[in-house]
């Protein structure tokens, strides 16, 4: 393609993705041909040249692919349905676009959540933390992810500190040790009691 | 003389309007109420004899919205209107007015359980400058001509220039709006800030909006007890098109 | 009316109430280097209020003041301090100063009055009336005995809607130390309401027309508070939300920034949802729920909106309505209030029904800001509640009460957690009712004096939080360890200071605060992450300086230091920079007085040296260290035996403490065995004058023998 068919496809398809973020919405390259040829860009004479038009779909996903690895403000991650899934992170935060992904496997979800909490604050998140949005766990799954973690080996590191007040804080000891996420937890429920 | 231009201009701006070739007087002024401001920056009003009081016919474009259910009464929107337009921040003389029903609603200090304000419900009603329909009260009142209707955004502004600082236009306004500058001692009043507001854009909550303008001349009791003394200039321009019905006016 | 050149407003009040005179000053004539604030109201203490006056000795003077940015658009810029001989300081009054919101600082303002000085005493009570330049004391016989709430009413009446007024109820008429003035419904200055009743002044009614100019471009000044509003967080200037968001990368479940898109003021009619971009100029408003921080998500449906000081978009008092108060307690169903005034009521049950977040609890909290307010009590930071239960649980109310007094209070409701518990309690304290209202109103120095309890009992005690001196801790250890500590020393209250704890707890993680505290302290290791301390080091020395000075400086512009100093932002864009230079940007174009972050430093630093030279000299002894700078013993102590330095204690070392006052004094340029401030000292702040009268008291510690 030319110089210029291609930025126009490359805009198009920041674009879209762009425009998923600010629906609070990952994208896949799936996503973002659909919404391209919703806005038509495939048909119009954005200067695409013929073979790219009569391009079949492997051709431009592969041809998405590419633009996409080397756009300065989208991120590309390896989704959890194995697809490659793309955010504008000034418009979508890496943290949240992680949270949407794993929103399917309630475990996942959860334990990872867990263990980056542990890691990069380092601090334990109340339990309360996976019923809200956008989490949105019922309790069941909530019990139901939890012994799915006590029972796999792969998920040995994530466990509960309980503080005064009854509440549950969940934390990965791969990052936080039992004695000090329970200072933490400790603390977090001490707040309110400390204005 | 541009008074042999009148019949022309009129010609030209009830065919613009779809209405009939010859009007009276009147019958300009009611196309002029609905008109496009081009038609009184054409001069028209003044086309109808030269010296004729201003009288503001056309409704402003813009009107600032309040809603006392998001005001938190932080009074940020009446030190942006003085301090990003005139330098000083002085609530007194915001065009904008918070400070009088904070803290017990309009209806003052009464006590009892319908009293709004902090120390009431809770409820920040707040007042705006509704700009006025014809007759705009304020510059009704102004023997000076100094408030007029500004060419952008139709809203009423005082002309500082003109001015000349008797107060009338405080008496005329029945929601106690104009306020009045000692240092300079002119009256002043919300300009709209030339269609961006700044105390729009300064409110934490939403709670003023810009908007196109409607007449809200009807919602909201006046609270002030107003004197709307016209100079005998201006008295006799309304009784030149307000005659009694079927009467052709006194002018052509 | 006056508009003058500058952000001051130029005049000083002095109301005398002995002889009625009435006369003012030029403000930056007279206090002009201590710029206003608690530097003016220490100024006042120092030439004019003699070394040992007791607070409510006649003698004592009572300065409200606020600062050259107060009544601007300087976000959160409503402060006034009130400085005085402070009565709860324990066993000798000191320099104190309470501090209070709301809309008096800019009303005072508008005046054309930077600051009141009260002082003598009226032969009965009066009230002041300040119109611009008309200024009257008014006869208050019949506002006396009345509380807070109608005293405002009756001078609004009288005033008009649109005043400011600053009122005591019955605490502050019947001289307990534990009483506070109060403006704006629920902003309360503690500790100084008896000060302001021995003196027979009722309440200050102020109203003005005039304006301050900004000396300054208009242009700039505008884009400089836009700026100052783009790096604005939420409450305490929490920058992280406490929710998981697409727009940002961090969240913190402890983050007073609770505002979520989707929640709703519950209460305001029709309900108003919270739309739009977290970061939206005309959101800031919705990011605060004081009441929902403290009570929970029940709190929302009876959030009517927020509420707090002029020109501030933070909006940090919640104003809530429920309809139980009226049916079940005959109260206002209306309350408002923030932080530890919002819990008054609850702190005083050690169990509530439904926990610290359930209904009995908003109930509670609804009485005691209703009452507590109303009556003008103070908390003393909650020590007053925390007494109540020790002494309870100790069964020294039963020791010490009458048996009819005891048996008249209804311990039984307490201990079920019934609010109604409160509707005794607390005008049973506000009233000083009793041995037990008499007691207790004076704080915990009321305890050690009267009730032969000792201080030292109260400080090993891990759950009073007591500290010294007859107050509490006050962000200590608990939040930051030795910089909390040294913060903790200096004062004779409870020390007020916010600068450091903003900071720590600003949600963002760890590695990203250390960063920040390198750019600002000299290195990350200023900054520890909690209950993870590390030793003692000159950059946490440099960083409580910094924490002290700022305060000051705060309280002498009118700025408030529950929010600032805005050193971190919510924005990824800027590395969540804020500016460490803001104050003297504002400072400097307000006022025309062009200062830099340092000079104007310099000020805040000479005002905290004189409240220092202030505590020397009515103390009578230079020896800071040991006389004044107390640690309670439960600060170097664990209930779980941790050691200090170990993850998951706020323990600390008595050595390491030792040497942590050692660096304070040297960065402050101090002496290090006395932690006096040295003649040179007093001479490089412009303090040569008091260096001097120090000397002659031999309270330098060159000359000490």
Not at chain 2, 194 to 203: I, Q, S
Request: proline content about 6%; aromatic content about 8%.
């Amino acid at each position: 393609m030319t110089c210029d068919a291609t930025a126009a496809f490359t805009g198009a398809a920041v674009e879209a993705v762009r425009e998923a973020s600010r629906q609070g919405r990952l994208a896949t390259r799936e996503d973002v041909l659909a919404a391209m040829e919703a806005e038509g860009v495939f048909l119009s004479p954005v200067g695409l040249e013929a073979e790219a038009q009569a391009a079949p779909p492997e051709g431009r996903d592969a041809l998405l692919a590419a633009v996409l690895a080397t756009a300065p403000d989208i991120i590309a991650f390896q989704g959890l349905s194995g697809q490659t899934v793309y955010h504008a992170p000034d418009l979508l935060s890496r943290t949240y676009a992680r949270i949407l992904d794993r929103k399917g496997s309630p475990l996942l979800l959860m334990a990872e959540e867990i263990r980056a909490n542990s890691r990069d604050y380092p601090r334990p998140v109340p339990v309360e933390l996976f019923g809200a949005p956008p989490f949105g766990l019922a309790p069941e799954e909530i019990e139901q992810a939890l012994r799915g973690m006590a029972a796999s080996p792969d998920y040995q590191d994530i466990t509960f500190t309980t503080a005064h007040t009854g509440a549950v804080y969940l934390f990965s000891t791969r990052h936080l040790e039992q004695s000090y996420a329970a200072f933490l937890a400790q603390r977090a429920e001490s707040l309110v009691m400390n204005p | 003389m541009q008074r042999e231009r009148y019949p022309e201009w009129i010609s030209l701006a009830a065919d613009a309007a779809g209405m009939e070739a010859s009007l009276s007087r009147r019958g300009f002024l009611m196309l002029s109420a609905c008109a496009a401001s081009s038609l009184t920056a054409l001069g028209l009003c003044e086309a109808l004899g030269a010296g004729s009081p201003l009288v503001i016919l056309d409704n402003a474009k813009g009107l600032i919205l309040a809603d006392p259910s998001r005001c938190v009464g932080c009074q940020r929107c009446e030190l942006a209107c003085t301090e990003f337009n005139d330098g000083r921040a002085q609530p007194s003389l915001s065009r904008i007015k918070i400070s009088r029903a904070m803290n017990f609603g309009p209806e003052g200090p009464t006590g009892g359980p319908a009293m709004q304000g902090t120390w009431g419900t809770g409820l920040v009603v707040q007042s705006v400058c509704r700009q006025c329909p014809h007759p705009v009260p304020c510059a009704t009142a102004c023997p000076e001509d100094a408030i007029q209707a500004d060419p952008k955004t139709g809203a009423r502004v005082v002309n500082a220039k003109r001015c000349v600082g008797c107060r009338l236009c405080q008496r005329a306004c029945p929601w106690d709006m104009i306020s009045f500058d000692e240092e300079s001692q002119k009256a002043s009043k919300c300009f709209l800030c030339n269609g961006k507001p700044k105390c729009v854009e300064a409110c934490p909550s939403g709670a003023l909006r810009y908007v196109p303008w409607r007449d809200i001349t009807r919602e909201g009791r006046p609270n002030a007890a107003t004197l709307t003394a016209l100079s005998a200039a201006k008295a006799k321009a309304c009784v030149e098109c307000h005659v009694p019905s079927g009467r052709k006016s006194t002018r052509r | 009316m006056t508009i003058t050149a500058g952000g001051f407003a130029g005049k000083v009040l002095r109301v005398d109430l002995s002889t009625g005179k009435i006369s003012t000053l030029d403000t930056r004539e007279k206090y002009g280097a201590m710029l206003g604030g608690t530097g003016l109201g220490y100024q006042v203490l120092w030439e004019e209020v003699p070394a040992g006056t007791g607070p409510f000795d006649v003698a004592n003077k009572l300065i409200f003041a606020t600062g050259a940015l107060a009544g601007t658009s300087v976000p959160c810029s409503g402060r006034t301090a009130i400085t005085t001989i402070f009565p709860s300081c324990w066993p000798k009054a000191l320099v104190g100063s309470g501090h209070m919101g709301g809309q008096f600082a800019a009303k005072l303002k508008y005046a054309g009055y930077d600051a009141i000085i009260v002082e003598g005493k009226a032969e009965r009570p009066v009230w002041l009336f300040i119109r611009d330049g008309r200024v009257e004391l008014r006869d208050a016989a019949f506002l006396w005995g009345s509380g807070i709430h109608r005293t405002t009413l009756e001078i609004s009446q009288e005033m008009g809607a649109d005043c400011a007024v600053a009122a005591i109820g019955q605490a502050g008429e019947k001289l307990a130390p534990l009483a506070t003035v109060v403006n704006s419904l629920s902003h309360s200055a503690g500790g100084v309401g008896g000060v302001m009743g021995s003196k027979n002044l009722k309440a200050i009614g102020v109203q003005g027309s005039g304006g301050l100019r900004i000396a300054g471009n208009k242009e700039q000044w505008e884009r400089l508070v836009k700026f100052h509003l783009s790096i604005l967080g939420a409450n305490n200037q929490h920058v992280v939300p406490s929710f998981p968001t697409p727009e940002s990368e961090y969240y913190n479940p402890g983050s007073r920034w609770v505002g979520e898109p989707g929640k709703r003021w519950g209460a305001a009619r029709p309900p108003v949802e919270i739309t739009g971009s977290i970061h939206d100029m005309s959101r800031i408003a919705y990011r605060t729920n004081s009441a929902a921080f403290f009570l929970g998500e029940q709190a929302w449906k009876h959030t009517v909106r927020g509420n707090g000081c002029t020109s501030c978009p933070i909006r940090c008092h919640t104003t809530l309505k429920v309809p139980a108060m009226a049916t079940k307690y005959g109260l206002d169903e209306v309350a408002q209030g923030t932080c530890i005034a919002l819990n008054f009521g609850r702190f005083f049950f050690p169990t509530l029904p439904g926990g610290p977040k359930g209904e009995a609890a908003l109930e509670a909290c609804m009485i005691g800001m209703n009452m507590a307010d109303d009556m003008g009590i103070w908390s003393n930071y909650g020590q007053l509640q925390r007494d109540f239960i020790k002494l309870s649980r100790d069964g020294v109310f039963q020791a010490k009460l009458g048996s009819a007094e005891y048996a008249a209070i209804p311990w039984d409701k307490w201990r079920a957690g019934d609010p109604a518990f409160l509707l005794d309690i607390i005008p049973r304290i506000g009233e000083r009712r009793g041995e037990l209202g008499q007691v207790l109103s004076e704080g915990s120095g009321g305890l050690f004096g009267h009730w032969g309890i000792s201080e030292e009992a109260w400080g090993a005690d891990h759950a009073t939080t007591y500290w010294k001196m007859g107050h509490p801790k006050h962000h200590a250890n608990e939040d930051d360890g030795q910089c909390g500590v040294i913060i903790n020393t200096q004062y004779n209250r409870d020390a007020q200071c916010h600068s450091h704890t903003n900071f720590v707890r600003n949600g963002l993680p760890v590695h990203e605060q250390k960063r920040l505290a390198g750019e600002l302290w000299g290195s990350p290791d200023s900054v520890d992450a909690p209950g993870h301390y590390t030793r003692m080091n000159k950059y946490k020395a440099q960083r409580a300086k910094w924490a002290l000075i700022r305060k000051e400086l705060h309280d002498c512009l009118g700025l408030c230091n529950w929010m600032g100093p805005w050193v971190a932002s919510p924005l990824k864009e800027r590395g969540y920079r804020g500016d460490n230079s803001l104050e003297s940007r504002f400072f400097s174009l307000a006022t025309g007085m062009d200062l830099d972050r340092e000079e104007l430093d310099a000020a805040g630093e000479r005002v905290f040296t004189l409240h220092r030279a202030l505590t020397i000299r009515d103390m009578e002894t230079v020896d800071m260290r040991a006389q004044h700078d107390h640690v309670p013993r439960w600060v170097y102590e664990d209930p779980k035996g941790a050691q200090p330095f170990t993850p998951g204690t706020i323990r600390m070392d008595r050595d390491d403490i030792s040497r942590a006052m050692d660096m304070f004094y040297e960065v402050m340029g101090w002496d290090k065995s006395t932690g006096a401030p040295t003649r040179e000292a007093y001479a490089r702040l412009g303090l040569v004058d008091v260096g001097a009268a120090l000397q002659a008291k031999n309270l330098l510690p060159e000359d000490k023998p």
